[in-house]
């Protein structure tokens, strides 16, 4: 995604693309929870040591280290467009003592890299933001290497389950997919990832699609889960814009937070995360 600032993107030549969830605590909670690992187990088998990774919008930098944890001695450059979540990422590795990965300020439709700079371009819940996906595949595939791989993972809304039924969880995803309509975005990115993949050009022999689920169920998991997505709805972009664009007043989405606490609540709750995961050897 593309920013002027830390919350909303813009393309030097595209339209403004805003970043649907921003960079509230409330999201950066989420995005410091990932790791390889729970992210991107499908492109995992594929690392080696000494590779060179692009991590597009990389967040605080956790999946970031983990792959260049994987692939050092490789170097791995980790890029987003909020110079304050590049600190954040650029602390964390100091903090992990990993040496081998970088952090840069750059826009995924112009990246600042020569061509086939890469032997590997990974990108994680990044192309459901963007007004025009299939461009930003474009451009990803030029750094990439002759036979080096593109890895793109989304998660897909409209297939997003939950247990028990809860009216505010429904109404909520009504409301994300009105507000990245609103945007521009597709909120089902998930589902469409091969179809912007065969759309950029890769060769059809070298993609391999696949699907990956996170799952919340336990009581810990719950607690975190429907808390971070109540506070979302109060305080990160997706509310601010939510009503900017007179989809959702703050009654609307006071009753939209408590559901989400409700739904913790409850002993039997589960929630689970569909995403769409393709691998594209250049």
């Not at 921003?22 to 929870?33: A, E, N, P, T």
């Not at 909120?187 to 993609?207: H, K, N, T």
């Not at 919340?216 to 601010?240: H, K, M, V």
């Amino acid at each position: 995604m593309t920013s002027s600032t830390d919350d909303v993107a813009e393309a030097t030549t595209h339209p403004r693309d805003a970043y649907t969830h921003g960079h509230h605590d409330s999201v950066l909670r989420s995005h410091r929870w990932r790791t390889a690992e729970n992210s991107a187990a499908y492109l995992l088998p594929h690392l080696a040591s000494g590779l060179s990774v692009l991590d597009v919008g990389c967040g605080p930098g956790t999946i970031t280290v983990d792959l260049a944890r994987t692939v050092a001695p490789g170097v791995v450059t980790g890029i987003d467009t909020s110079a304050k979540v590049l600190e954040q990422a650029t602390q964390f590795a100091a903090d992990q003592g990993v040496r081998n990965v970088t952090f840069v300020e750059a826009d995924v439709y112009e990246l600042p890299f020569e061509d086939d700079a890469f032997d590997i371009v990974h990108a994680h819940q990044v192309l459901q933001h963007l007004s025009d996906p299939v461009s930003a595949l474009r451009e990803i595939k030029r750094v990439t290497k002759p036979g080096g791989i593109v890895a793109v993972r989304d998660a897909d809304y409209a297939a997003m389950a939950w247990y028990p039924e809860n009216e505010a969880l429904t109404e909520w995803n009504a409301l994300y997919h009105e507000v990245t309509t609103a945007n521009g975005a597709q909120a089902d990115a998930g589902r469409r990832l091969l179809s912007w993949v065969r759309e950029a050009g890769f060769p059809a022999e070298g993609i391999t699609p696949s699907a990956g689920v996170w799952c919340y169920a336990t009581e810990a998991d719950r607690t975190w889960w429907g808390n971070l997505w109540a506070d979302r709805c109060l305080s990160s972009q997706f509310g601010i814009q939510a009503r900017s664009t007179g989809l959702a007043d703050d009654v609307a989405l006071e009753e939209i937070a408590a559901g989400w606490r409700d739904w913790a609540r409850e002993p039997d709750g589960w929630f689970a995360i569909t995403h769409g995961e393709v691998l594209a050897r250049k």
